[in-house]
Every structure is written in structure tokens, then in C-alpha cells.
């Protein structure tokens, strides 16, 4: 079964990480939670989320695809994370498949695995570059790396992730079943 790790710290977007975990374990991938300070990561507007185990545990070369949520506090926490950052550049150096929405394009950008187009949430782009920043599109894949704007998007963005893993087929299917208009 191809895995993808979904690492939380304290911070995270809670709308966007639930999203990534519930579209992507319903399209059939194995999806590891991994906290990054401790096993139970408290979400941006104080939603505690318990998770599988921490990332200290996580063998990079069991993993087809890495996800980040945004939310401002937690992605900081993952640009500075050096377990994180050297998961990011492990990930790429592999060419495996790299994702992140919301503020989280920033943790990319910091272990210099952001690819040249991207989007993400509207001002994070400031903090990033301006190059290569689309605003008008909800998800740009760029390669092996995925980008998303924010909460809004990211039931689109979980199945595109389903999508490029599990196939076309999978994804109209899961669309159809959770009643999406991506």
C-alpha cells in the first residue's frame, strides 16, 4: 500500500490536515500522522489531534509521498524542525512526492525543495518569493511537488494527491462519493 506522512506540529491548520488524512486514507493510501514535538499536536484553534507516532519515527524509505498543513504556528515549527527538513531534502533527493498547502509552501522554500511554480496561501508568498507565485490557481504541481492555497481548497487538493498516487479511476470515484465540485 503506498504511505504518505502527514507531520503535525503544534499550530497546524486543522481543516487542512484532517482533509489530507480523511480524502487520502478513504482513496486507499496509508496515511502516518507524525507529531513533531510530542504524539498529540494541538491545531491552530485548540483541536488537539492525537497522532500515530512521532517523527522521529518515521522511515523516510517506507514513505511515497510527504504532506505539510499549513497554519502559520505549525510551519514554523516544520521549517525549523531539522527532522522535517531533512525528511523534505531525503523526499526529493529520492524523487519522491512532496506536498503542502496553506503557509506550508515556507517549510519547503526552507529545506530547498520548492520547486519554481507554486502557490499558497495569499501574503505567505511575501515571506517565499514572488517568482513563480501563482495566485490564481487553487493547486500547482510542479513536478514531483504539489502546492494548494488554503482551507478551501484542500478537499481538492487531498484528491489530487489520491489522484497522481492512486490513478485517475480512484479519483473520479472518491470525488463522486464525497459529492466534490473540484
Known amino acids: 500500500m503506498n504511505q504518505i506522512l502527514v507531520p503535525l506540529a503544534n499550530g497546524f491548520e486543522e481543516i487542512e490536515a484532517i482533509s489530507i488524512i480523511d480524502i487520502c486514507r478513504r482513496g486507499g493510501l496509508d496515511?502516518?500522522?507524525?507529531g513533531v514535538d510530542d504524539k498529540t499536536a494541538m491545531g491552530a484553534h485548540n483541536i488537539?489531534?492525537?497522532?500515530?507516532?512521532?517523527?522521529?519515527?518515521?522511515?523516510?524509505d517506507d514513505l511515497d509521498m510527504i504532506v505539510l498543513p499549513g497554519g502559520?504556528?505549525?510551519?514554523?515549527?516544520?521549517?525549523?524542525?531539522?527532522?522535517?527538513q531533512s525528511l523534505l531534502?531525503?523526499?526529493?533527493?529520492?524523487?519522491?512526492?512532496?506536498?503542502?498547502?496553506c503557509a506550508a509552501p515556507y517549510a519547503l522554500d526552507a529545506a530547498g525543495v520548492l520547486n519554481?511554480?507554486?502557490?499558497?496561501?495569499?501574503s505567505i508568498e511575501n515571506k517565499i518569493r514572488?517568482?513563480?507565485?501563482?495566485?490564481?490557481?487553487?493547486?500547482?504541481?510542479?513536478?514531483?511537488?504539489m502546492t494548494s492555497q488554503g482551507v478551501g481548497t484542500a478537499i481538492c487538493f487531498?484528491?489530487?494527491?489520491?489522484?497522481?498516487?492512486?490513478g485517475d479511476d480512484t479519483y473520479q470515484a472518491l470525488k463522486k462519493e464525497i459529492l466534490a465540485v473540484c
Not at 31 to 34: E, G, P, Q, S, T
Not at 116 to 122: E, F, K, M, R
Not at 130 to 145: A, C, R
Request: proline content about 3%; glycine content about 8%.
Open 31 to 34: 496515511v502516518i500522522v507524525a
Open 158 to 166: 487531498a484528491l489530487e494527491i489520491v489522484k497522481k498516487i492512486k
Open 130 to 145: 514572488l517568482e513563480g507565485y501563482s495566485s490564481d490557481q487553487n493547486i500547482v504541481i510542479d513536478g514531483k511537488v
Open 72 to 84: 502559520w504556528g505549525g510551519t514554523k515549527v516544520l521549517a525549523e524542525n531539522i527532522t522535517v
Open 89 to 101: 531534502k531525503q523526499m526529493q533527493e529520492d524523487g519522491k512526492l512532496i506536498g503542502a498547502i
Open 116 to 122: 519554481d511554480n507554486y502557490t499558497c496561501y495569499p
Open 48 to 60: 488537539p489531534i492525537v497522532t500515530d507516532c512521532l517523527i522521529t519515527d518515521v522511515n523516510v
